[in-house]
């Protein structure tokens, strides 16, 4: 008898263990428990809950939280994010009064949209955006509104649909450099998204994007994607940590240190940004009410 030798797998790479500073604290407290019972009548989605934000605590706890339109099933598969991708059902046209009322329950100061990407729809989903930001400027007309878009896929009259519901700053995330998008953003396009950004500008928004690092880029790669910002009207820019949601999702190439992050506000400031939200755990919309 013949025996065959054995081939054993190679062992996987140990996920990287998280460092010191990327600790945050449990959810507790009766504010939290306030925006959680809010955001659990009114049946809305939060990107708090779908993007697994490690700054949930923090922020529903004083009384904030970013809310997602159009569902929690978005047509994109982008490598970083926990949202579910799939093919989106009908979406709620009531949606818009709800995320309205809710705000005005929470008597928040600054509120912050985003969505799920809608490919399947013709406008993007444009007129639910507009509808969201009208009605919440109707409800609370005191309240000021970040909407964070999705790629629209060059179809620029459904950006200047999204943009012109009276918010008072409009975001876009880069979310990596040039190099890594075909990994990261598979159905995004680096030079799209930057148009995005000036086309919202030409539309008299104020502007913003964010980008994770911990990818693999290099500093310099870091450095043009801010002077292409920059060159393309973005007026803030956002810089946290790159976290492997699930082991689905790619790997953490490198946590960056937080004297690395205090290098890039810097460097940002330095080459024109007018405010730079960069550190371990920042995330689009954190501390996002100082970027007015």
């Known amino acids: 008898m013949i025996e065959l030798p054995i081939i054993s797998k190679p062992p996987k790479e140990p996920r990287k263990r998280k460092p010191s500073w990327l600790r945050v604290k449990l959810p507790i407290g009766e504010e939290f428990k306030k925006v959680r019972n809010l955001v659990d009548k009114y049946k809305l989605n939060t990107i708090c809950q779908s993007g697994n934000c490690p700054n949930m605590g923090e922020c529903w706890g004083a009384g904030t939280a970013t809310f997602m339109i159009l569902g929690n099933t978005c047509t994109r598969s982008c490598s970083f994010c926990a949202v579910k991708t799939g093919r989106p059902p009908e979406y709620d046209e009531d949606e818009p ?14 509120a912050v949209i985003t969505s799920v990407n809608r490919d399947e729809l013709k406008d993007r989903g444009a007129e639910v955006w507009y509808q969201t930001v009208r009605l ?35 975001s876009h995330n880069m ?28 539309f008299g928004k104020r502007t913003k994007s964010g980008i994770m690092v911990g990818l693999g880029e290099t500093d310099e790669e870091v450095y ?23 082991k689905m999702h790619l790997a953490v190439d ?39």
């Not at 009064?97 to 600054?110: D, N, S, Y």
């Not at 990596?176 to 598979?186: A, G, I």
């Not at 994607?225 to 803030?236: I, W």
């Not at 205090?262 to 501390?287: I, M, N, Q, T």
């Open 97 to 110: 009064r709800r995320v309205a009322e809710a705000i005005k329950l929470m008597e928040v100061k600054h």
């Open 136 to 170: 919440t400027k109707e409800m609370s007309p005191t309240t000021t509104i970040e909407t964070l878009i999705p790629d629209t896929k060059a179809n620029w009259a459904a950006l200047e649909r999204m943009s012109s519901g009276g918010q008072e700053i409009v």
């Open 175 to 202: 979310e990596t450099v040039e190099r890594l998008y075909r990994k990261v953003r598979p159905q995004a396009k680096y030079h799209r998204s930057l148009e995005q950004i000036q086309r919202t500008k030409d």
């Open 224 to 246: 043009k994607t801010m002077d292409d910002l920059v060159a393309h009207g973005c007026d803030v820019i956002t810089i946290g940590q790159y976290l492997q949601p699930t």
């Open 254 to 292: 490198a946590f960056i240190t937080p004297e690395k992050f205090a290098e890039y506000k810097v460097v940002g400031l330095e080459k024109g940004f007018d405010f730079v939200e960069s550190g371990p755990l920042v995330r689009s919309s954190y501390h996002a009410e100082r970027h007015l």
